[in-house]
């Protein structure tokens, strides 16, 4: 497993990187396709820096 980006979900960076690849443009994308970001909010910069370094 690579590195967890959603300790509330338990979503990790390979995961996100994954709905990138199927699609994910915003945070809401990912929030939808993997669940990261929809509960405390605490990861969103973080998924916000996977998104922009895709
Ligand atoms: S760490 Fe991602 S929603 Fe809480």
């Keep these: 497993?690579?590195?967890m980006i959603c300790g509330c979900m338990q979503v990790d960076e390979d995961t996100i990187?994954?709905?990138i690849a199927d699609g994910a443009e915003?945070?809401?994308d990912?929030?939808?396709m993997?669940?990261?970001g929809s509960c405390c909010?605490?990861?969103v910069p973080a998924i916000?820096?996977?998104l922009?370094?895709?």
Excluded: Q
Aim: proline residues 0%; charged residues 40%; glycine residues 8%.
């Design 1 to 3: 497993m690579s590195k």
């Design 17 to 19: 990187k994954a709905a």
């Design 26 to 28: 915003t945070v809401e």
């Design 30 to 32: 990912i929030e939808e």
């Design 34 to 36: 993997t669940g990261a």
């Design 41 to 43: 909010g605490r990861c």
């Design 48 to 50: 916000e820096k996977i």
């Design 52 to 54: 922009l370094k895709k």
